[in-house]
């Protein structure tokens, strides 16, 4: 029984470590703001609002964490933001 739970913790430790990495936006002085709230509700499906505060975290601190997830999750994403010629990484 005890070897069983040990293993059960284990592989819920590996899934939060999956889990613990963040699609990083960073600030650049070329796009609005319309355009970075835009891109966040599309490739991020954020809300307005969740996509208004991220894009004003981003301007006012260089950068923001936008998404949390596994990187296979969040790969896609980067992807899209960087395709939008947003600069986009995952920490």
Same mark, same amino acid.
């Given at each position: 029984?005890?070897?069983?739970?040990?293993?059960?913790?284990?592989?819920?430790?590996?899934?939060? &470590?999956? %889990? %613990? %990495?963040? &699609?990083?936006?960073?600030?650049?002085? *070329?796009?609005?703001?319309? *355009? $970075?709230?835009?891109?966040?509700?599309?490739?991020?499906?954020?809300?307005?609002?969740?996509?208004?505060?991220?894009? *004003? &975290? $981003?301007?006012?601190?260089?950068?923001?964490? $936008?998404?949390?997830?596994? *990187?296979?999750? &969040?790969?896609?994403?980067?992807?899209?933001?960087?395709?939008?010629?947003?600069?986009?990484?995952?920490?």
């Amino acid at each position: 029984m005890a070897n069983q739970n040990k293993t059960q913790k284990q592989n819920e430790d590996l899934t939060s &470590l999956k %889990n %613990n %990495n963040f &699609l990083i936006l960073h600030n650049d002085d *070329y796009h609005t703001f319309d *355009y $970075v709230i835009d891109a966040l509700i599309d490739v991020c499906e954020h809300d307005i609002e969740q996509a208004v505060q991220s894009t *004003y &975290l $981003v301007h006012y601190k260089g950068k923001a964490d $936008v998404k949390k997830g596994s *990187y296979d999750f &969040l790969k896609p994403m980067m992807s899209k933001l960087k395709d939008k010629k947003l600069k986009a990484t995952i920490e």
